[in-house]
Antibody, heavy 119, light 112 residues
Framework: EVHLVESGGGLVQPGGSLRLSCAAS????????MTWVRQAPGKGLEWLAN????????NYVDSVKGRFTISRDNGKNSVYLQMNSLRAEDTAVYYC????????????WGQGTLVTVSS | DVVMTQTPLSLSVTPGQPASISCKSS???????????LYWYLQKPGQSPQLLIY???NRFSGVTDRFSGSGSGTDFTLKISRVEAEDVGVYYC?????????FGQGTKVEIK
């Protein structure tokens, strides 16, 4: 059974940094793209970034480009989101997602981890 | 970026009645490979989103046939043939024709 478990969320001050982790299990992690999507409180879904199976290709939404970095460690079956220069508007639940790139669909979502940016 | 616009933003439906949600994209979602990259996700209360429909009209594994998707180019529709209590939540359309992927604003469906 596929499991995606995010961790690393919490309260951080504006301008601070946080690193989210997503531990994957139940599938061959190294053969899937992975994606991060977030959801601000009471708001809709915002796609943030994705990363190719071997980490050689990454894509970002403009709102986080230059501040957030997606990475992965296939040996640890994990994907990460390094978030720097955090702003109040980055407050959201962050979801880790398995991306079936050949069909361009998101078939498994983690439960999410809450990031709160506040002084 | 491709803008996805959903209507209505909220819907109150009597159990057993049909429901329909529209999604329009700011540009065609028909790729040169012949596929149309339009998806529907449902976020039930307190849960992570789940995939319902991929490539306009294909039901994802385990999705009831009460859900159907249709459309082409820039205009798409999700239909629920007979709404049940378990269908409540927020429905999102999403495009995957280009980066960044973008979602519609969401349509909240509730039961009367």
């Amino acid at each position: 059974e596929v499991h995606l478990v995010e961790s690393g969320g919490g309260l951080v001050q504006p301008g601070g940094s946080l690193r989210l982790s997503c531990a994957a299990s139940g599938f061959t992690f190294s053969t899937y793209w992975m994606t991060w999507v977030r959801q601000a409180p009471g708001k809709g879904l915002e796609w943030l970034a994705n990363i190719k199976e071997d980490g050689s290709e990454k894509n970002y939404v403009d709102s986080v480009k230059g501040r957030f970095t997606i990475s992965r460690d296939n040996g640890k079956n994990s994907v990460y989101l390094q978030m720097n220069s955090l702003r109040a508007e980055d407050t959201a639940v962050y979801y880790c997602i398995r991306d079936r790139r050949w069909e361009r669909l998101f078939d498994y979502w983690g439960q999410g981890t809450l990031v709160t940016v506040s002084s | 970026d491709v803008v996805m616009t959903q209507t209505p933003l909220s819907l109150s439906v009597t159990p057993g009645q049909p429901a329909s949600i529209s999604c329009k994209s700011s540009q065609s979602l028909l790729h040169r490979d012949g596929k149309t990259y339009l998806y529907w996700y449902l976020q039930k209360p307190g849960q992570s989103p789940q995939l319902l429909i991929y490539e306009v009209s294909n039901r994802f594994s385990g999705v009831t046939d009460r859900f159907s998707g249709s459309g082409s180019g820039t205009d798409f529709t999700l239909k629920i043939s007979r709404v049940e209590a378990e269908d409540v939540g927020v429905y999102y359309c999403m495009q995957s024709i280009e980066h960044p992927r973008t979602f519609g604003q969401g349509t909240k469906v509730e039961i009367k």
